[in-house]
Nanobody
Framework: QVQLVESGGGSVQAGGSLKLACAAS????????MAWFRQAPGKEREGVAA????????????YYADSAKRRFTISHDNTTNTLYLEMNDLRPDDTAMYYC??????????????????WGQGTQVTVSS
């Protein structure tokens, strides 16, 4: 059974940093992507960053949403199967529930939630001005 468990969320002031982690168990996707999504109250879930963790089908390829470029860094530790999202220069509009997802793909540079079958429960990130 696939399990994704996020951690690392919290409350920070604008300009601060957080590093999210997602511990994955029960699977080993060598040809799919893992990703971070976020959802703010009243808004749709949006892709933030994705990484192909295997050696095939673009292994190591990384994608970012425009809002995450130059501020967020996605990475994956193959030995522990843990996905990370390092977030710097956080802004109030980064406030959202952040979710880890696995088993999906990135299509034409777009990170879409509907193609990811496995999800964690989320971790809250709150950025105050």
């Amino acid at each position: 059974q696939v399990q994704l468990v996020e951690s690392g969320g919290g409350s920070v002031q604008a300009g601060g940093s957080l590093k999210l982690a997602c511990a994955a168990s029960g699977y080993s996707f060598t040809s799919n992507a893992m990703a971070w999504f976020r959802q703010a109250p009243g808004k749709e879930r949006e892709g933030v960053a994705a990484i192909y963790t295997g050696f095939y089908r673009g292994g190591g390829s990384i994608y970012y949403a425009d809002s995450a470029k130059r501020r967020f860094t996605i990475s994956h530790d193959n030995t522990t199967n843990t996905l990370y999202l390092e977030m710097n220069d956080l802004r109030p509009d980064d406030t959202a529930m952040y979710y880890c997802a696995a088993g999906g793909d990135v299509h034409v540079g777009r990170i879409m939630p509907k193609v990811f079958p496995y999800w964690g429960q989320g971790t809250q990130v709150t950025v105050s001005s």
